[in-house]
């Protein structure tokens, strides 16, 4: 198909570059996006967006994906892993109400009808809060297949966003700009129905530019700053 279009005879121009990716870790995710990029250079295609129109994690289509343990935290390391490729645009699958692929909600609560939220919710309202702050801040210190950071800002905020899969201990955050600590909040899904659970997390503050906080494997932390 890229060969037909981009041939002298046609010379026809490509909008969108569409694909789907199930992925066994989120790091997979950023890796089918420098491929599906690594294509499209291939044949000199350029100004083309890049969108993955159908993500999920593999293991949600043999299983109950929103009682699987950690898919919260696997689909909120695929958003910033996203975020920090050459992906344009993704859409999630899927949001379909009831759907055993769904990890952010149902309606077959106790009540007919009755929504019930999953903690893959919290995966995507945190990375909304950074999204509508408009303005990616550059971050370090990922660990492959442990710790996902990502950050945000506007003229006046700022957030970050600290997914662990495989880590516990303290976090030591260098914050770079004249900003105080608004709040924190802790994300988990060790409910045995996965519900999330969201706590405050109080007595920390910014100290000569750095927070120090503690995180278990499995979790997500939201920090917000004002500056």
């Known amino acids: 198909f890229l060969k037909y279009i981009t041939s002298d005879e046609n010379k026809a121009p490509l909008d969108f570059f569409s694909w789907h990716c199930y992925a066994d870790t989120p790091e997979e995710v950023a890796l089918h996006a420098g491929y599906a990029r690594d294509i499209l250079n291939t044949y000199n295609i350029k100004n083309c967006e890049s969108i993955l129109n159908e993500f999920n994690m593999y293991y949600c ?52 009808n009755q929504i019930v939220h999953f903690a893959g919710i919290e995966a995507f309202a945190c990375f909304n809060k950074l999204y509508v702050l408009g303005n990616e801040v550059r971050t370090s210190g990922d660990i492959v297949g442990a710790v996902d950071v990502l950050a945000a800002k506007n003229e006046s905020e700022g957030a970050i966003m600290v997914v662990s899969r495989d880590f516990e201990g303290e976090l030591d955050i260098d914050i770079s700009g004249d900003y105080v600590l608004c709040s924190a909040k802790r994300i988990d899904d060790r409910s045995e129905d996965r519900t999330p659970n969201v706590s405050e997390i109080f007595n920390i503050a910014i100290n000569n530019g750095r927070i120090k906080i503690m995180i278990e494997k499995e979790e997500i932390l939201l920090l917000s700053l004002r500056g």
Do not use: H, W
């Open 61 to 112: 289509f043999s299983k109950y994906a929103p009682l699987e343990k950690g898919v919260f935290t696997d689909v909120a390391s695929s958003l910033i892993q996203a975020q920090k490729s050459d992906i344009d645009m993704m859409m999630y699958y899927m949001f379909a109400p009831n759907s055993v692929y769904n990890c952010a909600y149902t309606l077959n609560g106790i009540r007919r």
